[in-house]
């Protein structure tokens, strides 16, 4: 071979360029490529149907090759227990025939055997002390084999054909040595053949499992990109899309019924704080409107410091009744956040409708309006007071507000077994059934209740507070009025609250 010498070295022709690693690296960059200290994997791979469907194909595969094995291991060892066994019977009935009649009745019985072996998978070898067959089918005693009592499985010639034989070795009285076998050639082969089925058998199965994991891969990619694609619609700002149910009952139908369930719920307080919304604009810009009227009026016409006064109080009074509204709001929000929760105790709600009884039948008196009240010794619940006193007062400041005059409002407190029962009732327009269910919405004013003084969040207020125990506000007809019952859950005996 001929050596370069120094002048033989390699120089870059004309249109060369010095190898550039940022270059390199820069091909490098797209998704599933390697980059130095950083590997991002291709979306297949970050496919979580994919991490899905190869668990399963994992398991599938796993649970069916220690199938596989245990029936090739079972397979295998029950046929050499086979020969064990047959080789084991063997010598003992030649063992009964050396002990019953000698050399001369063994070497009988050999030749007896030999013949009469159909399978022509016997094999018996029976020298003396130098090693000259005396009966047998082989030639002569296997090279590296004692006669030690033990087992061996060997390679032998029989009729000039190469064999494979499993024999076991016996020393006998007198210097004579026996060997008695089979040949497992023919189940050597079986073995092969049952080890090349179990590799097909497993070739199979991996493409079965490799065809499941696809199909579940599919699966939960449809019914994840359903689930994706509504989120997105919603996200969005569609709040119309729902999730297709299939029908089939499944878990997969189940979430979608919860994320539909969620998105309905999600709908109806996007709903709501429109509503709410709107109601507030509407409800505040009258005594907003109202109170900047009756500035400008004074500041233009008023006569003096009395006018002046005069319009600002009326003005903060339209204030004070703004101001109302949002606290009215503020602790619906924090009833219904149920912050307050924690600070429940036992309350007696006899004395509270005592009170309440002593201070609204003083008001219906002046306006002329019966009062009645009616309540047992002893109305134990677990709540908040002033909460469950808020909302019953706002259930009579109803009853007094659309009584007229000569009408009738009672009060009434019933033990009802596991729950007591508020009962609120007057003789005023009532609420057509119809409302019922929108009445106790934020700022939703009936068509009775147009003209009158409020801000529709009475009801809801009370609402609120049933619901934080726990309890409900149903509305009724009282024939002629309307009649509230607002049922909580009465204290359970030894409650700690």
């Given at each position: 071979?001929?050596?370069?010498?120094?002048?033989?070295?390699?120089?870059?022709?004309?249109?060369?360029?010095?190898?550039?690693?940022?270059?390199?690296?820069?091909?490098?960059?797209?998704?599933?490529?390697?980059?130095?200290?950083?590997?991002?994997?291709?979306?297949?791979?970050?496919?979580?149907?994919?991490?899905?469907?190869?668990?399963?194909?994992?398991?599938?595969?796993?649970?069916?090759?220690?199938?596989?094995?245990?029936?090739?291991?079972?397979?295998?060892?029950?046929?050499?227990?086979?020969?064990?066994?047959?080789?084991?019977?063997?010598?003992?009935?030649?063992?009964?025939?050396?002990?019953?009649?000698?050399?001369?009745?063994?070497?009988?019985?050999?030749?007896?055997?030999?013949?009469?072996?159909?399978?022509?998978?016997?094999?018996?070898?029976?020298?003396?002390?130098?090693?000259?067959?005396?009966?047998?089918?082989?030639?002569?005693?296997?090279?590296?084999?004692?006669?030690?009592?033990?087992?061996?499985?060997?390679?032998?010639?029989?009729?000039?054909?190469?064999?494979?034989?499993?024999?076991?070795?016996?020393?006998?009285?007198?210097?004579?040595?026996?060997?008695?076998?089979?040949?497992?050639?023919?189940?050597?082969?079986?073995?092969?053949?049952?080890?090349?089925?179990?590799?097909?058998?497993?070739?199979?199965?991996?493409?079965?499992?490799?065809?499941?994991?696809?199909?579940?891969?599919?699966?939960?990619?449809?019914?994840?990109?359903?689930?994706?694609?509504?989120?997105?619609?919603?996200?969005?700002?569609?709040?119309?899309?729902?999730?297709?149910?299939?029908?089939?009952?499944?878990?997969?139908?189940?979430?979608?019924?919860?994320?539909?369930?969620?998105?309905?719920?999600?709908?109806?307080?996007?709903?709501?704080?429109?509503?709410?919304?709107?109601?507030?604009a509407h409800d505040l810009r009258t005594p907003?409107?109202?109170?900047?009227?009756?500035?400008?009026?004074?500041l233009a016409h008023a006569a003096g410091d009395?006018?002046?006064?005069?319009?600002?109080?009326?003005?903060?009074?339209?204030?004070?009744?703004?101001?109302?509204?949002?606290?009215?709001?503020?602790?619906?929000?924090?009833?219904?956040?149920?912050?307050?929760?924690?600070?429940?105790?036992?309350?007696?709600?006899?004395?509270?409708?005592?009170?309440?009884?002593?201070?609204?039948?003083?008001?219906?008196?002046?306006?002329?309006?019966?009062?009645?009240?009616?309540?047992?010794?002893?109305?134990?619940?677990?709540g908040d007071r002033d909460m469950i006193q808020?909302?019953?007062?706002?259930?009579?400041?109803?009853?007094?507000?659309?009584?007229?005059?000569?009408?009738?409002?009672?009060?009434?407190?019933?033990?009802?077994?596991?729950?007591?029962?508020?009962?609120?009732?007057?003789?005023?327009?009532?609420?057509?059934?119809?409302?019922?269910?929108?009445?106790?919405?934020?700022?939703?004013?009936?068509?009775?209740?147009?003209?009158?003084?409020?801000?529709?969040?009475?009801?809801?207020?009370?609402?609120?507070?049933?619901?934080?125990?726990?309890?409900?506000?149903?509305?009724?007809?009282?024939?002629?009025?309307?009649?509230?019952?607002?049922?909580?859950?009465?204290?359970?005996?030894?409650?700690?609250?």
């Amino acid at each position: 071979m001929r050596e370069a010498g120094p002048a033989a070295t390699l120089a870059p022709g004309p249109r060369a360029r010095p190898w550039r690693p940022r270059r390199f690296f820069h091909r490098l960059r797209s998704p599933g490529h390697w980059l130095p200290g950083r590997w991002t994997p291709p979306a297949l791979l970050r496919s979580a149907g994919l991490r899905f469907a190869g668990l399963y194909a994992a398991l599938f595969g796993l649970s069916a090759l220690a199938l596989v094995f245990f029936l090739w291991w079972d397979t295998a060892a029950l046929l050499d227990r086979q020969v064990d066994a047959s080789i084991h019977a063997d010598a003992e009935g030649l063992n009964e025939r050396w002990q019953a009649g000698g050399l001369p009745a063994l070497i009988v019985t050999i030749r007896d055997r030999l013949v009469e072996n159909v399978d022509d998978d016997a094999i018996y070898l029976l020298v003396d002390t130098g090693g000259h067959r005396l009966a047998g089918n082989l030639d002569r005693w296997p090279p590296g084999v004692a006669a030690n009592d033990d087992w061996y499985e060997l390679p032998i010639v029989r009729d000039n054909i190469r064999s494979l034989a499993r024999v076991h070795t016996f020393d006998l009285p007198g210097g004579f040595h026996l060997l008695v076998g089979r040949d497992v050639e023919a189940r050597v082969r079986l073995r092969h053949v049952l080890t090349d089925a179990l590799l097909w058998a497993l070739l199979v199965i991996a493409g079965l499992g490799g065809a499941g994991a696809l199909l579940v891969r599919s699966v939960l990619q449809n019914t994840l990109a359903d689930i994706s694609r509504t989120t997105a619609a919603i996200g969005a700002g569609d709040l119309s899309r729902r999730v297709r149910i299939a029908g089939r009952g499944d878990e997969f139908d189940h979430l979608a019924e919860t994320i539909n369930d969620m998105l309905e719920r999600i709908g109806r307080l996007m709903d709501g704080v429109r509503e709410v919304s709107n109601a507030i604009a509407h409800d505040l810009r009258t005594p907003i409107t109202r109170a900047r009227a009756r500035l400008e009026d004074a500041l233009a016409h008023a006569a003096g410091d009395a006018d002046l006064r005069a319009a600002i109080e009326r003005a903060e009074a339209d204030l004070d009744g703004i101001v109302a509204i949002f606290q009215a709001i503020l602790r619906i929000a924090e009833i219904e956040a149920g912050a307050r929760r924690s600070a429940f105790a036992a309350v007696d709600l006899a004395p509270l409708l005592a009170d309440l009884a002593e201070f609204y039948g003083a008001v219906a008196e002046e306006r002329g309006i019966a009062f009645a009240s009616r309540s047992p010794a002893r109305l134990l619940v677990a709540g908040d007071r002033d909460m469950i006193q808020q909302a019953v007062a706002n259930l009579l400041d109803n009853a007094l507000k659309f009584s007229p005059p000569g009408g009738e409002i009672s009060l009434i407190g019933e033990n009802g077994g596991d729950s007591v029962r508020i009962i609120v009732s007057d003789q005023g327009p009532g609420i057509p059934e119809a409302e019922r269910r929108h009445v106790v919405e934020r700022f939703y004013r009936g068509e009775s209740a147009r003209n009158t003084p409020g801000s529709g969040l009475g009801l809801a207020l009370a609402v609120a507070v049933a619901q934080l125990h726990d309890g409900t506000l149903t509305l009724g007809d009282n024939a002629p009025g309307l009649r509230a019952i607002l049922t909580l859950p009465a204290r359970r005996a030894g409650s700690d609250v």
